[in-house]
């Protein structure tokens, strides 16, 4: 070996030493990023990938991460199917989270899969779907979500103020029983049974279309329509202008869309019952960081610590959100959305509100 080609080896070896330990230090620096975060939750919810509404949800996730430094994994069962959701639920169990988020979709189905989750310690915070009763029964911490009975008694309070005395329920989620709750809430209101109005409409936009066409037609004097989220809504509405009675049937939704804010601003649709999504994201992440951090499971304490971080409350005034606290349960809803408001609620449409 000539000491020429002894040095070129050498050079060589150095920078192959170099360029390991290189790696090796991004290697360390990556692991303590992925460890950065403080805690590691999961939400799991019974949505479809189709379900844009759920798109605030994961938004909301996201800052809630950021603002209490946690990390959330969000799971969901692609085509909505709740036994898949409830393997998402054991899996989780299994992976020992810090702790779980889920929907109740289904008590039935799902009560065994979620008690896999509490027995083994990890805290739990039940959202959106499902009751406050229910949540309590499966050994939540708190439920973050709108009272569907109440939401809908409400809706059907106005409905009532503007002279409508029946209505169509369509329901498209019908394998929640909880689901009937808003149906029943409005028919209250109005003092009608809501069993002979409500219908089971099903998830595809086409076949909702056909059954609510089907139904008015059948149903002439149908003063209201009651829709339960935005992909009925927008079926709902394809039906409504086929038929010649937009802007003259009473009609009004669940949740909010783009489309639903135009329908709003159009006089088609009246009101948007607004259950703010974004809390229903934020909230729970935020409720399980302070349990991590300050070892509580106290809802008091714990709604005392939240109310008083200033980024909560900064995003609370940025939205223009409102939660209503009860003395175990943070309820999201239920807010309306009319002509009057909807500017207001337009500029973070579909991101945060």
Known sequence: ????????????????????????????????????????????????????????????IKQADEDFNVETDYRNPPNGDIADMARL???????????????IADYDVLKNSIG????KKIPLVTI????????????????????????????????????????????????????????????????????SSTIDSGQD?????????????NHPNTGAILTLGPVPAAATLKAVQQMGLAGKIYFCTFDFSDEIAKAIRAGTI???????????????VAVLAIVKKDH??????????????PKFKQRLETYGLQPSYGPKNIRS?????????LDKVVKYAGQYR
């Open 205 to 217: 936009p086409t076949e909702i279309q056909s059954k609510v066409s089907a139904y008015l037609r």
């Open 296 to 309: 509580t499971t106290d809802p008091a304490k714990i709604r005392q610590i939240l109310e008083a971080n």
């Open 128 to 195: 959106n779907s499902g009751t406050e009763e229910q949540s309590a029964q499966l050994g939540a911490i708190m439920h973050v979500g709108q009272p569907e009975y109440v939401a809908g008694h409400a809706a059907g309070e106005k409905a009532k103020a503007a002279g409508v005395k029946s209505f169509l329920c369509v329901n498209h989620f019908a394998t929640n029983a909880v689901s009937f709750e808003r149906c029943r809430g409005f028919a209250d209101a109005l003092g009608v049974d809501y069993k």
């Open 89 to 103: 639920i054991e899996q989780a169990a299994a992976r020992n989270y810090d702790g779980v988020i889920v929907t």
């Open 116 to 119: 896999k989750v509490t027995e």
């Open 333 to 341: 809803g239920p807010g309306f959305i009319t002509k009057e408001n």
């Open 270 to 284: 009246q009101f948007a019952i607004d259950q703010q999504p974004y809390l229903q994201g934020y909230i729970p």
């Open 1 to 60: 070996m000539t000491q020429r080609k002894g040095k070129t080896m050498l050079r060589r070896l150095a920078a192959a030493l170099a360029l390991a330990a290189g790696l090796s230090g991004l290697s360390v620096l990556g692991a303590q990023t992925a460890q950065a975060a403080d805690a590691h939750f999961v939400l799991i919810s019974h949505a479809p990938d189709s379900d844009s509404w759920w798109n605030t949800i994961k938004n909301a």
